[in-house]
């Protein structure tokens, strides 16, 4: 069973610019949501995909968005970088809550630097 | 509405017991608890769902009360590799909010 991966591990961008993160889910599982950390606070919920359509959302702008692809990876979005994007992007595959496997496996993350 | 947890911060020699409480202000459904170590991603320890089932694959114990909307996690002689930020996670639609965090450092 392959855990969850993401890419890149590190990301060095300028305000203003756009990036794209990536997610492949744990096998089996068809769930993935996106989480922002900020250095010393709590995972916060950004939005979730469930069979390739978004399935709720956390206090974001648009400008943050995603897609969810047939073999259930996943890619977060950001445009208009701002200083404040600076965090940790992680993501969390599981199985469908519809099913009972409610349990979420996160992946190492992607630190996103703005600058 | 995150989670309140507390305490803030627990310091506990090897072998010694703790408990992390979670509060919500919303009617909880579940609570998921998570470990993160520095520099790492969170690893899930335990979920509680409403109606008393329980899932976790660590010796960890929990308890859940629907009716106070909180969860208490029980860590008992404790081991240097229980070190790190300890989170809840309540369910609410289908999505997780987590907690405020509460940090366990245990030392020989």
């Known amino acids: 069973e392959t855990g969850v991966t993401q890419s890149p591990t590190h990301l060095i961008k300028t305000r203003g610019q756009q990036v794209t993160l990536r997610c492949s889910s744990q096998s089996g599982h068809n769930t993935v949501s996106w989480y922002q950390q900020a250095l010393g606070q709590g995972p916060q919920f950004i939005f979730q995909y469930y069979r390739e359509e978004e399935n709720g959302r956390g206090n974001f702008p648009p400008r943050f968005s995603g897609l969810q692809f047939p073999n259930y990876s996943s890619e977060l979005n950001v445009n208009a970088l701002e200083l404040d994007d600076s965090a940790l992007y992680l993501c969390?595959?599981?199985?469908?809550?519809?099913?009972?496997?409610?349990?979420?496996?996160f992946g190492p993350g992607t630190r996103l630097t703005v600058t | 509405q995150q989670p309140v947890q507390s305490p803030q911060a627990v310091i506990l020699r090897e072998g010694e017991d703790a408990v992390i409480n979670c509060s919500s202000s919303?009617?909880?459904?579940?609570v998921h608890w998570y470990r993160q170590k520095h520099g790492e991603a969170p690893v899930f320890l335990m979920i509680l769902l409403k109606g008393g089932e329980q899932k976790g694959h660590e010796k960890i114990s929990a308890s859940f009360n629907e009716k106070k909307q909180q969860s208490s996690l029980y860590l008992t002689a404790s081991q240097l590799s229980y070190s790190g930020t300890y989170f809840c996670g309540t369910e609410h639609t289908d999505k997780l909010i987590f907690g405020t965090g509460t940090r366990l450092q245990v030392f020989p």
């Open positions: 969390a595959s599981s199985g469908s809550w519809a099913s009972g496997t409610y349990e979420q496996y």
């Open positions: 919303k009617a909880l459904y579940s």
